[in-house]
């Protein structure tokens, strides 16, 4: 499944309020991913925003789940470590459950954004429930 349609697919089955929340955790996983920090400090960073943003969290499993094929599957060896690693570290130094939370899929999401090529379907995702609410506030 291509980042745009998967991104067009959530978009369309979030609340307006869940939109919100979405777009406000995208925007932080872009900025975390902008910084100029460590990797390790970004996988850090994108897991305690994920597991600070309780609304959120539940379509991150969700969107885990529908990319790993794309998020995971299609990588090098050589990616798939980096992702582990950086996984491991975010669990072993994370804090605030991150450790459990890290054991899921769910916690690829946001690591696949911030260090990965995952940046791309966040933008998508953010500019599918803009247009989508507009669209519901009758902007055009």
């Not at 919100?20 to 991913?33: D, F």
């Not at 943003?53 to 990588?75: E, L, T």
């Amino acid at each position: 499944m291509k980042s745009r349609q998967l991104a067009v697919r959530i978009a369309q089955g979030v609340s307006e309020a869940e939109g919100r929340a979405l777009k406000a955790w995208v925007v932080k996983l872009l900025a975390i991913r902008r910084a100029n920090l460590p990797p390790l400090q970004k996988a850090r960073l994108a897991v305690q925003a994920t597991c600070s943003s309780k609304v959120v969290w539940p379509f991150v499993k969700i969107v885990a789940a529908q990319i790993k094929g794309h998020g995971w599957d299609n990588r090098s060896k050589a990616q798939r470590l980096g992702l582990t690693a950086a996984t491991l570290g975010a669990a072993v130094f994370g804090g605030q459950s991150a450790g459990v939370a890290a054991l899921g899929g769910a916690i690829a999401v946001p690591l696949w954004v911030v260090l990965g090529a995952g940046s791309m379907f966040a933008r998508y995702l953010y500019e599918e429930i803009a247009v989508r609410s507009s669209k519901e506030n009758g902007e055009a």
